[in-house]
């Protein structure tokens, strides 16, 4: 998996990050408590702004993309734990995380069903799951040309489809949805939902 993407990542994400992603990732955050999961932690953009949480436990199975995410670590205020793994085969033992956090990643991972059962599995029964997710749009004409790009947009940028219907796959998911925000026409959403298993 050695390629281009993880070294431009960051430089990537700056206009996005510029146009309020900060403060979207940081106010999703502040909702997770206790022993933590991250799913897909990238480069670790998210790390600085876990405050009142226990511990980190972040998966990510590119390790290009967690080596960028050391400087992360040391400005973080809580301890955290990277491990090589995907979000469809989850290191961990059934009901162990209170909360769970997935920031721009369902986009990419191959298979998003399996990967909410494991999220299911591993967390606790009341556990919150937030996700801040880019969506299909539901313009039709932007959602249209989402579904035109997406198979180029894929190939260029590590597996992301662009036009993925992230809120349908977990409102078909065993998670209960709580409440979803809309952001810049309905292209990103920040879904939280509980584990009522
Ligand atoms: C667009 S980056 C997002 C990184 C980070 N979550 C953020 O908010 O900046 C997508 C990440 O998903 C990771 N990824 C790809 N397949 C995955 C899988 N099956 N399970 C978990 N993460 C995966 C990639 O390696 C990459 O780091």
């Not at 999961?37 to 972040?58: C, H, K, Q, W």
Request: hydrophobic residues 40%; positive net charge; aromatic residues 8%.
């Amino acid at each position: 998996m050695e390629n281009w993407f993880p070294k431009v990542y960051n430089s990537a994400m700056k206009p996005l990050e510029k146009i309020r992603v900060s403060q979207l990732r940081e106010a999703i955050i502040e909702k997770a408590h206790g022993r933590v999961l991250e799913i897909g932690s990238g480069t670790g953009a998210n790390f600085p702004f876990y405050r009142n949480v226990m511990r980190v436990d972040a998966i990510e199975p590119n390790p290009q993309m967690s080596r960028q995410s050391t400087p992360q670590i040391a400005k973080s205020h809580v301890p955290i734990e990277i491990h090589t793994a995907k979000a469809e085969d989850l290191p961990f033992k059934d009901n162990f995380f209170d909360s769970v956090v997935a920031t721009l990643v369902f986009c990419t991972i191959p298979d998003p069903e399996k990967a909410l059962q494991e999220i299911r599995r591993v967390s606790k029964p009341g556990a919150v799951v937030l996700f801040l997710e880019h969506v299909r749009m539901p313009q039709s004409t932007l959602g249209k040309a989402q579904d035109i790009i997406t198979p180029l947009w894929r190939k260029t940028f590590d597996g992301c489809h662009l036009n993925r219907d992230t809120l349908g796959l977990i409102s078909q998911s065993p998670l209960s949805i709580t409440k979803v925000d809309s952001y810049y026409k309905g292209f990103l959403l920040s879904i939280e939902c509980v584990n009522d298993k």
